[in-house]
T-cell receptor, first 111, second 119 residues
């Protein structure tokens, strides 16, 4: 089935140690999003891509970066994770039919 | 700027009760989409419904129903005869419908309503 896959499902990283979260899609959607969702809060958009056109939300910390080497893959890099970066990270895609598809998320723990 | 407000932070009901989750939105767009998502404890976002701004017809899907009123900028969600499995966080969300610009239809979420259904 066409879907959005996030790996890993759970990620534990050390304070200050770079970590990469991955997202892949088989939907061939142009737009991909990364959302951060902290405990008991709403998902908050970090970045999105239209094809290779990258858009950074104004309040996304510099510590967060993203790469999209091709249509299928998108990565979220956290250069120096802090305790405040512990969250669920959700990847989503959107096609021209205006439907969004979310991955199952990666729950990041910083120790 | 777009904004979504879910008035209820938490709702607790007993099984078989009906429950309505409120959602009010703000947007300057004339064309937009409204969504409801369910988020169980496992964390994934489960899509429930999408409604575009020019379709004010109410919708029913099994025990779920949605009431869209453009005049009051509301998109409320009712669960009839609630069940324990309905316990989750429910998010209302809004996106613009147009491609282009700089937002590419990003979703703006409300703060969520935690629904607990007791046996």
């Amino acid at each position: 089935d066409a879907m959005v896959i996030q790996n890993p499902r759970y990620q534990v990283t050390q304070f200050g140690k770079p970590v990469t979260l991955s997202c892949s899609q088989t939907l061939n959607h142009n737009v991909m999003y990364w959302y951060q969702q902290k405990s008991s809060q709403a998902p908050k958009l970090l970045f999105h891509y239209y094809d290779k056109d990258f858009n950074n939300e104004a309040d996304t910390p510099d510590n967060f970066q993203s790469r999209r080497p091709n249509t299928s893959f998108c990565f979220l890099d956290i250069r120096s994770p802090g305790l405040g970066d512990a969250a669920m990270y959700l990847c989503a895609t959107r096609g021209t039919g205006n439907g969004y598809t979310f991955g199952s998320g990666t729950r990041l723990t910083v120790v | 700027a777009q904004k979504v407000t879910q008035a209820q932070t938490e709702i607790s009901v007993v099984e078989k009760e009906d429950v309505t989750l409120d959602c009010v939105y703000e947007t300057r767009d004339t064309t937009y989409y409204l969504f409801w998502y369910k988020q169980p404890p496992s964390g994934e976002l489960v899509f429930l419904i999408r409604r575009n701004s020019f379709d004010e017809q109410n919708e029913i899907s099994g025990r779920y129903s949605w009431n869209f009123q453009k005049s009051t900028s509301s998109f409320n969600f009712t669960i009839t005869a609630s069940q324990v499995v309905d316990s989750a966080v429910y998010f209302c969300a809004l996106s613009e419908a147009e491609w282009g610009g700089t937002s590419y239809g990003k979703l703006t979420f409300g703060q969520g309503t935690i629904l607990t259904v007791h046996p």
